[in-house]
């Protein structure tokens, strides 16, 4: 078998055309979506995913603001910052670019933007809406990555989804998402014991470990559905994923490439977000 190859930058490009008309009749209507980000140091990294947030607000008309700060900026500084935004009315959407400075309290820092303004869905308020099924800013990869799925009518309900990794950003909102839709979701992570049996049994299998090539087809369930989150940079400069993609390929029945896969999702959702969120404000 050989999988078929869901580009995430084919959807987006789809979705973002959308978003386009949705933000010039919002614009008709007084109110310009506005989406803020504060880059704090000079990760080569962050500046690429930020410049990326840039071009896609461009194309659909989200007015983009880019506030860069010295990496020795205060966590003090940062807070006044984000309260200023918080009380900005033109500013609907504030997200701060992580990783941040060691000297600075990543939790605080997210706990410190309006839930209102938290397109990245990473407030515990957001977070906690979303574990109790409410309307909310979902978290851009996990709701991403549900688009995916259901762009190709793949079913998700009762389905055995396993997720490799739990950080709050990716692994565990991801998982709660295939829950809502019904999925029986198992986590796998740095201390799980015997992970190929749980690879064995996976019928959705998103992986978002950050380790290229950490999965290759040897355990793949046939005929699985395969989620390559990760984007890891390897020695000659290119871009891999945590999937090893030729071997899992011709295991899966989907798969996911790296990159055009899940990454340009991430940014479309967040312009999604940010859409949702000046509508609020109408
Ligand atoms: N495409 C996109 O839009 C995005 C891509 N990414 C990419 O996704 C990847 C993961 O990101 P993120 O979740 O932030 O990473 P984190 O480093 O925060 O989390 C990695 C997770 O992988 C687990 N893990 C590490 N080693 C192993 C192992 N040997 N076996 C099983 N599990 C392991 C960790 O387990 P433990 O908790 O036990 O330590 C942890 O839960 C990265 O490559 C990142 O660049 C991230 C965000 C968005
Ligand atoms: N507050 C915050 N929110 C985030 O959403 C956030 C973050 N911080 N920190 C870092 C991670 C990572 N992330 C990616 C977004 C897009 C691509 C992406 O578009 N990737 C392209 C390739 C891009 C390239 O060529 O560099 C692709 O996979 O095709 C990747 C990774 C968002 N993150």
Known sequence: MSAEVIYGSELSQQLKDEMKNEVAEIKKQGVTPNLTVILVGDDPASRSYVRGKQKASDYIGIESNLIELSSETSQNELLKLITQLNNDPNVHGILVQLPLPDHINEQSVIEAISPDKDVDGFHPVNIGRMMTGQDTFFPCTPYGIIQ??????????????VVIGRSNIVGKPVGQLLLKENATVT??????KNMEQFIATADILIVAVGIPHFIDGTHIKPGAVVIDVGVNRIEDGSLTGDVEFASAKQKASYITPVPKGVGPMTITMLMGNTIKSAKNNL
């Not at 995916?148 to 989804?161: D, R």
């Not at 986590?187 to 799980?192: K, L, Q």
């Open 148 to 161: 995916m799925l259901k762009s190709k009518n793949i079913p998700i309900e009762g389905k055995h989804a």
């Open 187 to 192: 986590y796998c992570h740095s201390r799980t």
